[in-house]
């Protein structure tokens, strides 16, 4: 049972909500704490994910996908976080990253080669903006692409790239045009996994999203094909901020499920345990720190709700991402650490999943731009230019 009102959204989103929830439930739930403790990389789950379509939500159906708008995508991966934040980052990585660079910005060859098996979990993508000294400041990015006939040598590294242990396919950015072109002379590019000259650096142990093949890789003299430039030469960066925006709403909608579970464990919890023989549900302390739980997470349910119906109208959406993604990242992390309080010692154990949530909400305050990166998007759109 949810715990708070339903928004209204089409059935068809209804109807989406319950087809996630019923593979989540089944498949993912039972795994989710070994993917976190081991922290492996679930293959026979995402090929699972493939076969249910999960990998291809919001991927064209002409390529196989399921071809939903986003705000149905953020629906399934609201419940795909909801039980684990590692799988919807499986998910998010194939669709909304790696995925969604093709659908937008490939030539007809690169989605017909790269959409359909990414869709059916044959193929894991990556995407790799971050740099080791180049993160929040991605423009400065340095990684080199030189021109040499009709390919490019390819030199430097990333790092902190979800699937990159695991990958088959990575989209990458790099600059083609001098350090003073600044983001005008970055491009994209896709590599494959076992191009000369392309490996993976070192597996990345992070505190959350857990199992979902964070890794470094290294670029030495790698040769890739003209070919395989997405878009143009220079177009790198603007393709790389408009995957991010609605991405960034995909994570605003992995932090509102994350901070559900957390209030749906804490609701339950109260009822049954007594303290000085009165249920903690009867204490007032208690009481109003779930309805702020309710509260926060209504109103970042609806802000990720909202900045996808913006995107979905074609209207301009960088402001309401940001502020979903902000908002509801940082509501996660709140929310999941008062859930532990309220749980007392078996809130910081790891009999429940409590613990891992607030890692994981953690991880969604710095991925696809840290919350300082969304107010500083934010007071440059509202402040600037007036
Ligand atoms: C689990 C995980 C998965 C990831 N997956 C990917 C992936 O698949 N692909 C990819 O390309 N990247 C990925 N990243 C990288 C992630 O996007 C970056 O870590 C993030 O953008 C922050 O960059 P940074 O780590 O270099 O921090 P920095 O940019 O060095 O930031 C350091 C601090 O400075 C603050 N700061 C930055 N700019 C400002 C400003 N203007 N004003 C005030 N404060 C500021 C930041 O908020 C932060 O607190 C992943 C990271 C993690 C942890």
Redesign the pocket.
């Known amino acids: 049972m949810d715990s708070f009102p339903e928004i209204h959204v089409k059935k068809e989103h209804e109807d989406l909500r319950k087809w996630a929830r019923e593979f989540t439930n089944r498949e993912i739930l039972p795994m989710a704490d070994k993917i976190d403790r081991s922290d492996e990389y679930p293959l026979a789950l995402q090929r699972r994910m493939g076969d249910y379509g999960l990998l291809g939500i919001s991927m064209p159906q002409e390529y196989g996908g399921l071809g939903l708008d986003l705000t149905g995508s953020m629906i399934v991966g609201e419940e795909v976080a909801k039980v684990s934040l590692s799988a919807s ?1 499986i998910v998010g ?1 194939q669709n909304g ?1 790696a995925g969604n660079v093709f659908a937008k910005f490939g030539t007809p060859e690169q989605k017909s080669k790269y959409i359909p098996k990414l869709v059916k979990g044959e193929s894991i993508g ?5 740099e080791p000294g ?4 991605a423009a400065g990015l340095s990684t080199r692409a030189v021109r040499d006939g009709d390919s490019y040598v390819v030199n430097g590294s ?7 242990l695991v990958a088959d396919v990575l989209v990458f950015f790099a600059r083609t045009g001098t350090a003073e072109d600044g983001a005008a002379g970055i491009t994209a590019f896709v590599v494959e996994k076992g191009t000369k000259g392309f490996r993976v650096g070192q597996k990345l142990e ?1 505190m ?2 857990r199992g ?1 093949g ?1 890794a470094e890789l290294v670029f030495e003299d790698c040769r890739v094909p003209a070919s395989n430039m997405i878009g143009h030469e220079g177009d790198g960066f603007l393709i790389a901020l408009a995957i991010l925006s609605e991405s960034r709403i995909g994570a605003a909608a992995a932090a509102v499920g994350i901070a559900e579970a957390a209030l749906e464990a804490a609701i339950s919890y109260v009822s049954k345990r007594h303290i000085a023989e009165k249920p903690l549900a009867k204490y007032e302390v208690v009481r109003f720190t779930i309805a702020d739980m309710a509260t926060r997470i209504t109103a970042a349910r609806l802000l990720t709700y909202y900045a996808a119906t913006v995107q979905g109208s074609g209207g301009d959406f960088i402001k309401e991402a940001a502020m979903a993604k902000y908002f509801a990242s940082e509501t996660a992390v709140w929310v999941c650490e008062r859930a532990i309080q309220i749980h007392g010692g078996y809130g910081v154990s790891k009999m429940l999943p409590l613990e891992r949530f607030l890692r994981d909400a953690k ?1 969604l305050d ?8 969304q107010r ?1 998007i934010l007071s440059r759109e509202l402040l600037d230019g007036q």
Request: proline fraction near 0%; charged fraction near 10%; aromatic fraction near 12%.
């Open positions: 980052f990585v990253l990556a995407y790799g903006l971050t180049s993160g929040s400041d990333k790092i902190f790239i979800t699937q990159g992070v959350g999203a979902t964070t991880i710095i991925v696809e731009g840290t919350s300082e990166v500083w």
